[in-house]
């Protein structure tokens, strides 16, 4: 039996039209039907889309967006990562050339200011990082330890401590190299005040921004603190 696609009345296989409408019953029929069909699904479809975009177009895109979103913040995370560790470098470049024309430039010329002739020499013992804080100690072969604590945002040094258990003269050449650092910007009569401070075995003094304090026992040690 064929179905007529225009009224749905029943007709002969051998029918080419139906009894009813007329309709021609051919492949054509069929054809037409089918893609009635997908007409009919297409339409739907498209105005399901529009009313959901009219609704709420915010989630029209829900999951690609979110998947969107993760990838974005993963890529952000990892050159936010990349950003961190170049500066870290820069910073530690940074802090490393200050104390390397500390140690080799300054240092030396400021012996020849105070009178010496030659500074001990000194090499790296411990070089850590905490943020912009940058704590650098060299040690002379005889145990005279040199300490930089040195605040890279601030661009100047927390705490300088110099420390001698037996040697006391290297302790003292580069003592009087370090009261002479830039750094400070003492004068000389604040130098003076400092060596009076460490031959009358003073153990604290204050001049401008800096704390100055000195131990005598059990080691030998001295120390320059921002307040």
Not at 79 to 105: G, M, W, Y
Not at 152 to 168: G, P, Q, R, T
Not at 194 to 211: C, N, P, Q, R, T
């Amino acid at each position: 039996m064929k179905e007529c696609p225009k009224c749905g009345e029943l007709n002969g296989d051998q029918n080419e039209r139906s009894y009813k409408c007329s309709e021609y019953l051919g492949k054509s029929a069929v054809k037409k039907k089918i893609l009635g069909l997908l007409v009919l699904l297409c339409l739907c479809v498209t105005g399901c889309s529009e009313k959901k975009n009219n609704e709420n177009p915010d989630t029209v895109h829900e999951e690609v967006g979110v998947e969107k979103e993760q990838e974005n913040v993963e890529a952000s995370d990892n050159e936010n990562e990349e950003a961190i560790a170049e500066q870290r470098l820069k910073n530690q470049e940074e802090i490393t050339s200050i104390i390397v024309d500390i140690i080799t430039v300054q240092l030396p010329e400021n012996i020849v200011k105070a009178g010496g002739t030659q500074l001990p020499d000194l090499n790296v013992s411990s070089a850590r990082a905490d943020d912009g804080i940058f704590n650098v100690s060299y040690e002379t072969r005889t145990g005279t330890s040199l300490n930089f604590t040195y605040d890279l945002d601030s661009k100047e040094f927390k705490m300088l401590s110099l420390s001698a258990e037996n040697d006391i003269e290297s302790y003292t050449e580069l003592l009087a190299s370090v009261i002479y650092l830039s750094d400070f910007g003492f004068t000389e009569q604040e130098i003076g005040s400092i060596a009076s401070m460490v031959s009358d075995e003073i153990y604290e003094l204050e001049i401008g921004e800096y704390k100055i304090n000195q131990v005598t026992f059990p080691t030998v040690m001295f120390t320059i603190t921002k307040k």
